[in-house]
């Protein structure tokens, strides 16, 4: 795949699963939305202040995002990683912000409890035709 394609599969995707490294060292993974945003090797998430992602990502911000599409003979999968950051400025929240995110975040864009990922990938793997690559971003 080229990087082309692997980023225009990469924003098809409905369904992101996204590890962090916890306190133990082991790696946790949580299926979460599609990134709101896309910019080149970066993307921007959405996510709960409160999650124990987020202190995960503080204290080690390494993080790998996966990203697949099982068709009914072809299997596709992309894992970026990369590190996570935690950003809380009301400039990049307003810009991620939709209008149903009401219902998860009750106070809105100033909410508290709502905060964005951002995930900058610096290589990966991909897998589709029984083939597997690595490479570099």
Do not use: H
């Amino acid at each position: 795949m080229t990087p082309k394609e692997i980023f225009d599969f990469i924003d098809s995707q409905k369904t992101a699963f996204v590890a962090s490294v916890d306190e133990d060292g082991f790696p946790n993974v949580k299926a979460m939305l599609a990134p709101r945003e896309r910019d080149g090797v970066t993307l921007y998430f959405t996510t709960n202040t409160s999650s124990i992602r987020i202190k995960q990502y503080l204290e080690n911000p390494k993080a790998s995002v996966y990203f697949c599409r099982r068709g009914r003979f072809r299997y596709t999968g992309v894992m970026l990683k990369g590190t996570m950051r935690v950003l809380t400025d009301r400039e990049t929240k307003e810009r991620i912000w939709r209008t149903g995110d009401t219902m998860f975040y009750k106070k809105g864009v100033t909410d508290p409890d709502y905060c964005v990922l951002q995930f900058t990938a610096t290589c990966g793997r991909y897998y589709r035709d029984l083939k597997t690559e690595s490479f570099m971003l």
